[in-house]
Structure formats: structure tokens, C-alpha cells
């Protein structure tokens, strides 16, 4: 007998162009867990509402993230790449977990103080309990594994804390789910300014978008900040040179990184050149990608099927775990 794979659970927020920091943080992980674990990969439209509550651009904004997503490697297929609004039970799990979340413990949470101090204007009651809903996406699969960044560690210990008293008040229903790890270190994408990481959010003149055109990635790359070059031997890099040598680790070829090294090493690194050969293997790694999007966008029919089958996937799957959340919680009547 087949032994039955592990679950894994993810969201994607509908909001801004991916990134090649969300390729190397978080998607090319993804492509390897969808043939070892059962995988549901959400794109978040209701959380993208606390603090989007304007929907004008919703439906495009989930069409361009499962086009992004679909163009790096995800197989609707083999993974369930489903919107979060497209599974009803969620908003009944949410309710239920509501009951067993406290006022204190949400307003302590890292990402709603930021958010009250961004948008002082709009503290809703979903901005407060994001934290509930996003235990709701994980648990209604009763998943094993998230794959998560250091800032939504907080979250998911929250979502197992949620799941230990679901499961002490009306029976065992929940397993705590587990941050997922490779094995590897998470490789954070530097930002071409030398400070901090690509961002969505940032300044988009020094993050290559996966939608970028090539003039548009090399103009980017030329700019990635340089200085006068090293002036002894073997001297260490700066943290803006060890950034971009960072860059080119990502899609260059070894023999390519080993002679530009040696070159700084040597105290005779060209800068122009040095940008212009990365700036040419962005190119070479984005552009596949994107022109998988533009192929992906235009079409509507295949889009909607993708949703459609995703939608059959994760309902299948929230069924089966309500049925058993209501048996346990007393609420089946007849």
C-alpha cells in the first residue's frame, strides 16, 4: 500500500510582482515539495483584504500570481493552487477558531503592531485576527508542514497554540504544524542598493521583478552600487560587492563567479565588466520566465481551469477536516 504523503500548506498574497527574492525565499522550494508531499499552495485574497480593502485589481492581481507562479514551475496538477475565498469552509473554521483566540494575545503580535502604525486609519477587526485566519488555512488541511520566513514564525506557533486548545476542548482533530526546512539555509536575495533584501514594497530600482524586461534588468544591475575597487590583495569584499557576487551565485556558472573573484582578489576587478556579465545572466534566467507569464496571462480559459481544479482540490480536503470538526465540537444535530 501507497504510504500516504505528508501535507504541506503555503499562501502567496495577491499583492505586488514576484520577485526574484520570491523565487530563490520561497518558489523553488515549492517546485521541490510537490512530488514528495501532498501540497496546497493558497493564493491569499481574503487576508490581501485587511489591508487592500479596494478589489478593482483583485482578479487580476490573483491572475498574475498564478501565472508567476505556474511560469517558475509549479504544476496545478500536482499541487493544489487554489484561492483562499474559493473554499466556503474557511470562514466557518475561522469563526470557530475565533472563539478560542483572546484580544490580549492578537494585539501583541509583531505584524499587527506594524500594521496599526502603516495604517492608523484602517484597524479592522480582520487586521486584529489575521492571525486566526491564517491558523484557519493551515489547519483546515490538517497540514504537517509550512514553509515560512523568520517574520511569520510568531503566526505559525500561534496557529499551533490554536490547534493544542482546539484539540484539549473537544478532541484530538489538529496535528501542530511544523516550520518546513530543507535542510539548508533559506538564501535571502539582496537588494541591488546594498541594503537589506528585494522587496515587493521597496524601491523597485534595485529589485528585478520576474515580469522585468531586459533592458529593464540591465538598466537595474548597472546601477547596483560599486566603489573604486579593493587596493591590497585578497582584501575583503564589502557588504554592497559580497551582494552582488551573492547576485551572480544565483545564475551564473561557477567558472564565470571563480574568475571575477580571482580578479577582485587580484586587485584588478573591472566593476562595468563585472555588472555587465551578471546583468546578461539575470537576462538569460528571467526571461524564460517571463515570457511563460505573458503566454500564461492572456489566457483566461486555462487560468480559470487552474482555479477550478485547485478549488476541487482544497475543498475536498477542508470537507473531510470540517466533518470532523463539527462531529467533535457537538455541533451535528441530525
Known sequence: MEKKKEIVMS????????????????????????????CYFMVADLHSLTTHPDTKE?????????????????DPEKAALYCQSHLPETSELYLY???????????????????????????NAGLLTYP??????ILIHRASYVPVGKDQEQHLEMARNFAQRFNHRYGNIFPEPAAFNFGENLVKVPSLDG?????????????????????????KVMKAKTDSGPTEPNSPKPEYIENIFGLMQLVSTPDVIAKFDEDYNNCNIRYGDFKKQLA????KFISPI??????????KKYLKN????????????????????REAMGLKYY
Not at 520570491?22 to 518558489?27: E, H, Q, S
Not at 546578461?280 to 537576462?283: G, H, I, K
Open 11 to 38: 499562501g502567496i498574497r495577491p499583492t505586488g510582482f514576484l520577485h526574484l527574492g520570491n523565487y530563490f525565499g520561497a518558489i523553488r522550494n515549492y517546485i521541490k515539495m510537490q512530488d514528495a508531499y501532498e
Open 132 to 137: 486566526v485566519l491564517m491558523a484557519t488555512d
Open 280 to 283: 546578461e545572466d539575470m537576462v
Open 290 to 299: 517571463r515570457e511563460k507569464i505573458n503566454n500564461i496571462l492572456p489566457d
Open 58 to 74: 483583485l482578479k487580476q492581481n490573483v491572475e498574475r500570481v498564478l501565472a508567476e507562479n505556474i511560469a517558475c514551475g509549479l
Open 195 to 219: 541594503s537589506g533584501k528585494m522587496s515587493k514594497s521597496e524601491n523597485g530600482m534595485s529589485t528585478l521583478f520576474l515580469a522585468d524586461e531586459d533592458d529593464m534588468i540591465r538598466k
Open 306 to 325: 487552474v482555479m477550478e481544479m485547485g478549488a476541487e482540490k482544497g475543498i475536498k480536503s477542508t470537507n473531510a477536516t470540517m466533518k470532523l470538526v
Open 97 to 123: 477558531l475565533n472563539m478560542l483566540a483572546y484580544k490580549g494575545e492578537l494585539e501583541k503580535t509583531t505584524t499587527f503592531k506594524d500594521k496599526v502604525r502603516q495604517h492608523p486609519e484602517n484597524v
